[in-house]
T-cell receptor, first 111, second 114 residues
Framework: DSGVTQTPKHLITATGQRVTLRCSPR?????VYWYQQSLDQGLQFLIQ???????AKGNILERFSAQQFPDLHSELNLSSLELGDSALYFC??????????FGPGTRLLVL | AQSVTQLDSHVSVSEGTPVLLRCNYS??????LFWYVQHPNKGLQLLLK??????LVKGINGFEAEFKKSETSFHLTKPSAHMSDAAEYFC????????????FGKGTLLTVNP
Protein backbone atom coordinates (compact mmCIF):
# COMPACT_ATOMS: atom_id res chain seq x y z
CA ASP A 1 0.00 0.00 0.00
CA SER A 2 1.54 3.26 -1.19
CA GLY A 3 -0.55 5.49 1.06
CA VAL A 4 -2.06 7.28 -1.95
CA THR A 5 -5.78 6.83 -2.42
CA GLN A 6 -7.87 7.38 -5.52
CA THR A 7 -11.62 7.32 -5.98
CA PRO A 8 -13.55 5.96 -7.69
CA LYS A 9 -11.80 2.77 -8.81
CA HIS A 10 -14.00 2.43 -11.86
CA LEU A 11 -16.10 4.91 -13.77
CA ILE A 12 -18.38 4.25 -16.71
CA THR A 13 -19.94 7.21 -18.46
CA ALA A 14 -21.18 8.39 -21.83
CA THR A 15 -19.64 10.64 -24.44
CA GLY A 16 -20.12 14.31 -23.76
CA GLN A 17 -20.33 13.88 -20.01
CA ARG A 18 -18.11 15.31 -17.28
CA VAL A 19 -16.43 13.36 -14.48
CA THR A 20 -14.24 14.16 -11.49
CA LEU A 21 -11.45 11.92 -10.27
CA ARG A 22 -10.15 12.35 -6.75
CA CYS A 23 -6.73 11.74 -5.25
CA SER A 24 -5.46 11.95 -1.67
CA PRO A 25 -1.66 12.05 -1.38
CA ARG A 26 0.48 10.42 1.28
CA UNK A 27 0.47 12.22 4.58
CA UNK A 28 2.89 15.14 4.42
CA UNK A 29 3.47 15.06 0.65
CA UNK A 30 2.85 18.43 -0.98
CA UNK A 31 3.15 17.42 -4.65
CA VAL A 32 0.52 15.60 -6.68
CA TYR A 33 1.08 14.42 -10.24
CA TRP A 34 -1.56 13.08 -12.64
CA TYR A 35 -0.80 10.52 -15.36
CA GLN A 36 -2.87 8.86 -18.04
CA GLN A 37 -2.26 5.29 -19.19
CA SER A 38 -3.81 4.25 -22.49
CA LEU A 39 -3.06 1.44 -24.91
CA ASP A 40 -1.98 3.73 -27.74
CA GLN A 41 -0.16 6.48 -25.80
CA GLY A 42 1.28 4.51 -22.89
CA LEU A 43 1.86 6.37 -19.63
CA GLN A 44 1.85 10.14 -20.02
CA PHE A 45 2.28 12.98 -17.56
CA LEU A 46 -0.70 15.32 -17.45
CA ILE A 47 -0.22 17.93 -14.73
CA GLN A 48 1.48 18.62 -11.40
CA UNK A 49 0.39 20.61 -8.36
CA UNK A 50 2.51 21.64 -5.41
CA UNK A 51 0.87 22.92 -2.24
CA UNK A 52 -2.17 24.16 -4.13
CA UNK A 53 -0.39 25.71 -7.10
CA UNK A 54 0.00 24.36 -10.62
CA UNK A 55 3.69 23.71 -11.28
CA ALA A 56 3.97 21.80 -14.54
CA LYS A 57 1.78 20.82 -17.46
CA GLY A 58 2.25 17.94 -19.84
CA ASN A 59 0.04 16.56 -22.57
CA ILE A 60 -3.20 17.62 -20.95
CA LEU A 61 -6.16 18.45 -23.16
CA GLU A 62 -8.00 21.77 -22.76
CA ARG A 63 -11.10 19.77 -21.84
CA PHE A 64 -9.24 18.51 -18.77
CA SER A 65 -8.44 20.55 -15.68
CA ALA A 66 -7.21 19.91 -12.18
CA GLN A 67 -6.88 21.58 -8.83
CA GLN A 68 -5.35 20.93 -5.44
CA PHE A 69 -7.23 21.93 -2.33
CA PRO A 70 -5.94 23.30 1.02
CA ASP A 71 -6.08 19.81 2.54
CA LEU A 72 -3.78 18.76 -0.36
CA HIS A 73 -6.17 16.38 -2.04
CA SER A 74 -6.46 16.87 -5.77
CA GLU A 75 -9.19 16.48 -8.34
CA LEU A 76 -8.89 15.90 -12.07
CA ASN A 77 -11.90 17.10 -14.04
CA LEU A 78 -12.55 15.62 -17.46
CA SER A 79 -15.29 17.22 -19.56
CA SER A 80 -16.91 16.72 -22.97
CA LEU A 81 -15.70 13.17 -22.78
CA GLU A 82 -14.79 11.28 -25.93
CA LEU A 83 -14.32 7.57 -26.55
CA GLY A 84 -10.59 8.14 -26.73
CA ASP A 85 -10.50 9.42 -23.15
CA SER A 86 -11.06 5.88 -21.91
CA ALA A 87 -7.93 5.08 -19.94
CA LEU A 88 -6.45 4.41 -16.55
CA TYR A 89 -5.75 7.63 -14.65
CA PHE A 90 -3.13 7.58 -11.92
CA CYS A 91 -2.15 10.12 -9.41
CA UNK A 92 1.17 10.08 -7.61
CA UNK A 93 2.41 11.98 -4.61
CA UNK A 94 5.91 13.15 -3.88
CA UNK A 95 7.58 14.45 -0.78
CA UNK A 96 11.11 15.73 -0.35
CA UNK A 97 12.77 12.83 -2.20
CA UNK A 98 12.64 12.23 -5.96
CA UNK A 99 10.34 9.23 -5.59
CA UNK A 100 6.71 9.37 -6.64
CA UNK A 101 4.26 6.98 -5.01
CA PHE A 102 1.32 5.94 -7.11
CA GLY A 103 -2.29 5.39 -6.22
CA PRO A 104 -4.22 2.36 -7.49
CA GLY A 105 -5.72 4.34 -10.37
CA THR A 106 -9.17 5.12 -11.70
CA ARG A 107 -10.28 3.16 -14.74
CA LEU A 108 -12.48 5.34 -16.94
CA LEU A 109 -14.63 3.84 -19.66
CA VAL A 110 -16.45 6.21 -21.99
CA LEU A 111 -19.27 4.59 -23.98
CA ALA B 1 14.42 16.94 -23.13
CA GLN B 2 14.42 13.49 -21.65
CA SER B 3 13.36 10.14 -23.04
CA VAL B 4 13.57 6.45 -22.30
CA THR B 5 13.76 3.51 -24.69
CA GLN B 6 12.95 0.03 -23.50
CA LEU B 7 14.57 -2.22 -26.02
CA ASP B 8 12.22 -5.19 -25.69
CA SER B 9 8.45 -5.01 -25.61
CA HIS B 10 8.21 -8.63 -24.42
CA VAL B 11 10.67 -10.90 -22.60
CA SER B 12 9.93 -14.53 -21.83
CA VAL B 13 12.02 -16.58 -19.37
CA SER B 14 11.73 -19.85 -17.55
CA GLU B 15 11.30 -19.94 -13.80
CA GLY B 16 14.68 -20.03 -12.09
CA THR B 17 16.60 -18.45 -15.00
CA PRO B 18 18.04 -14.92 -15.06
CA VAL B 19 16.05 -11.89 -16.09
CA LEU B 20 17.43 -8.98 -18.13
CA LEU B 21 15.20 -6.03 -19.07
CA ARG B 22 17.02 -3.40 -21.11
CA CYS B 23 16.62 0.37 -20.90
CA ASN B 24 18.47 3.25 -22.53
CA TYR B 25 17.86 6.85 -21.54
CA SER B 26 18.45 10.26 -23.03
CA UNK B 27 18.82 13.29 -20.83
CA UNK B 28 20.72 16.54 -21.20
CA UNK B 29 21.06 16.81 -17.44
CA UNK B 30 21.82 14.48 -14.56
CA UNK B 31 18.78 12.24 -14.45
CA UNK B 32 17.11 10.21 -11.78
CA LEU B 33 16.17 6.78 -13.07
CA PHE B 34 13.57 4.36 -11.81
CA TRP B 35 12.08 1.00 -12.52
CA TYR B 36 8.40 0.54 -11.72
CA VAL B 37 6.41 -2.69 -11.96
CA GLN B 38 2.73 -3.05 -12.79
CA HIS B 39 0.99 -6.33 -12.11
CA PRO B 40 -2.25 -7.03 -14.02
CA ASN B 41 -5.03 -4.68 -12.99
CA LYS B 42 -2.83 -3.10 -10.34
CA GLY B 43 -1.12 0.22 -9.78
CA LEU B 44 2.55 1.08 -10.23
CA GLN B 45 5.02 -0.09 -7.60
CA LEU B 46 8.55 1.26 -7.28
CA LEU B 47 11.19 -1.46 -7.72
CA LEU B 48 14.32 0.65 -7.39
CA LYS B 49 15.78 4.07 -8.11
CA UNK B 50 19.09 5.68 -9.08
CA UNK B 51 19.70 9.24 -7.93
CA UNK B 52 23.44 9.82 -8.47
CA UNK B 53 24.71 7.79 -5.54
CA UNK B 54 25.95 4.22 -6.08
CA UNK B 55 25.74 3.10 -9.71
CA LEU B 56 24.61 -0.41 -8.76
CA VAL B 57 21.19 -0.14 -7.21
CA LYS B 58 19.43 -2.90 -5.33
CA GLY B 59 15.66 -2.99 -5.20
CA ILE B 60 12.87 -5.10 -3.87
CA ASN B 61 12.26 -8.78 -4.64
CA GLY B 62 15.87 -9.45 -5.65
CA PHE B 63 15.99 -7.01 -8.57
CA GLU B 64 18.93 -4.73 -9.24
CA ALA B 65 20.00 -2.27 -11.91
CA GLU B 66 23.28 -0.71 -12.94
CA PHE B 67 23.58 2.89 -14.11
CA LYS B 68 26.15 3.14 -16.94
CA LYS B 69 26.63 6.74 -18.00
CA SER B 70 28.99 5.89 -20.86
CA GLU B 71 26.35 3.62 -22.38
CA THR B 72 23.35 5.70 -21.21
CA SER B 73 21.82 2.49 -19.95
CA PHE B 74 19.96 1.36 -16.84
CA HIS B 75 19.24 -2.34 -17.34
CA LEU B 76 17.21 -4.29 -14.79
CA THR B 77 18.35 -7.77 -13.74
CA LYS B 78 17.40 -10.58 -11.42
CA PRO B 79 19.43 -13.77 -10.98
CA SER B 80 16.49 -16.15 -10.79
CA ALA B 81 12.96 -15.48 -12.04
CA HIS B 82 9.92 -16.41 -10.02
CA MET B 83 6.40 -16.92 -11.32
CA SER B 84 5.27 -13.91 -9.31
CA ASP B 85 7.63 -11.68 -11.33
CA ALA B 86 5.33 -11.89 -14.34
CA ALA B 87 4.22 -8.30 -14.90
CA GLU B 88 4.88 -5.18 -16.98
CA TYR B 89 8.03 -3.24 -16.15
CA PHE B 90 8.58 0.43 -16.86
CA CYS B 91 11.88 2.27 -17.03
CA UNK B 92 11.37 5.89 -16.02
CA UNK B 93 13.47 9.07 -16.06
CA UNK B 94 13.00 12.36 -14.26
CA UNK B 95 14.96 15.54 -13.66
CA UNK B 96 14.89 18.25 -11.04
CA UNK B 97 14.69 21.01 -13.64
CA UNK B 98 11.48 19.55 -15.06
CA UNK B 99 9.70 19.46 -11.70
CA UNK B 100 10.49 15.76 -11.41
CA UNK B 101 7.75 14.83 -13.87
CA UNK B 102 8.19 11.19 -14.88
CA UNK B 103 8.84 10.17 -18.47
CA PHE B 104 8.00 6.51 -19.00
CA GLY B 105 9.29 3.97 -21.44
CA LYS B 106 6.73 1.93 -23.37
CA GLY B 107 7.09 -0.99 -20.99
CA THR B 108 8.41 -4.54 -21.15
CA LEU B 109 6.03 -7.40 -20.52
CA LEU B 110 7.80 -10.16 -18.62
CA THR B 111 6.40 -13.66 -18.97
CA VAL B 112 7.70 -16.41 -16.66
CA ASN B 113 7.19 -19.97 -17.84
CA PRO B 114 7.03 -22.89 -15.40
Amino acid sequence: DSGVTQTPKHLITATGQRVTLRCSPRSGDLSVYWYQQSLDQGLQFLIQYYNGEERAKGNILERFSAQQFPDLHSELNLSSLELGDSALYFCASKGSSETQYFGPGTRLLVL
Amino acid sequence: AQSVTQLDSHVSVSEGTPVLLRCNYSSSYSPSLFWYVQHPNKGLQLLLKYTSAATLVKGINGFEAEFKKSETSFHLTKPSAHMSDAAEYFCVVSRADSNYKLTFGKGTLLTVNP
